[in-house]
T-cell receptor
Framework: GAGVSQSPSNKVTEKGKDVELRCDPI?????LYWYRQSLGQGLEFLIY????????KSGLPSDRFSAERTGGSVSTLTIQRTQQEDSAVYLC?????????????FGPGTRLTVL | GQNIDQPTEMTATEGAIVQINCTYQ??????LFWYQQHAGEAPTFLSY????GLEEKGRFSSFLSRSKGYSYLLLKELQMKDSASYLC?????????????FGAGTRLAVHP
């Protein structure tokens, strides 16, 4: 597709359940980023992928959070045993670091609500 | 450490000019981005500065002073649709890759 896509757009889950969030980056973009945005807050970096490798996982808030990327394309962010404080919008972005500007382009996000 | 400051909220009148400031402190600075984010939507890229000076793009301009750790976004001929949050993001290069650090955003309300 032309832009970054994410699914689902909304996810409501019960505390303690696992969730998977998906990101399809722009075709050809080798870099992929996950962010979290709580209501009225800025974007909080979670993890960065270059190809299928994740050289920076420093933003993952706990070991309940994990992410993978396959085929240098689709990425999945998994949250295990969800907690209410995990409620937020999860945004994915992709970029092509081969260009000097390396602009990140964002998907529409997944709004996660943990009851 | 890293710190990015921008005002939380601003209001302006349709047709006017507004300037949104951003100050930052970071190591490995390698550019500054401005994004626009309408409520419930994804951030969209507005502008990029890596050298000192002004970059103009239609009604929007962005300025950078690296020595002062300062940037601003200037919006001219404001329209109601410009009501949105404006995110300042500093790019750091470390370990051979780029990373964006975002400010909390400035919520701009444009009124008639």
């Amino acid at each position: 597709g032309a832009g970054v896509s994410q699914s689902p757009s909304n996810k409501v889950t019960e505390k303690g359940k696992d969730v998977e969030l998906r990101c399809d980056p722009i075709s050809g973009h080798t870099a992929l980023y996950w962010y979290r945005q709580s209501l009225g807050q800025g974007l909080e970096f979670l993890i960065y992928f270059q190809g299928n490798s994740a050289p920076d996982k420093s933003g993952l808030p706990s070991d309940r959070f994990s992410a993978e990327r396959t085929g240098g394309s689709v990425s999945t962010l998994t949250i295990q045993r969800t907690q209410q404080e995990d409620s937020a919008v999860y945004l994915c972005a992709s970029s092509f670091p081969g260009l000097a500007q390396d602009t990140q382009y964002f998907g529409p996000g997944t709004r996660l609500t943990v009851l | 450490g890293q710190n990015i400051d921008q005002p939380t909220e601003m209001t302006a009148t349709e047709g006017a000019i507004v300037q949104i400031n951003c100050t930052y402190q970071t190591s490995g600075f390698n550019g500054l981005f401005w994004y626009q984010q309408h409520a419930g939507e994804a951030p969209t890229f507005l502008s990029y500065n890596v050298l000192d000076g002004l970059e103009e793009k239609g009604r929007f301009s962005s300025f950078l002073s690296r020595s002062k750790g300062y940037s601003y976004l200037l919006l001219k001929e404001l329209q109601m649709k410009d009501s949105a949050s404006y995110l300042c993001a500093v790019r750091r290069t470390s370990g051979g890759y780029n990373k964006l650090i975002f400010g909390a955003g400035t919520r701009l309300a444009v009124h008639p």
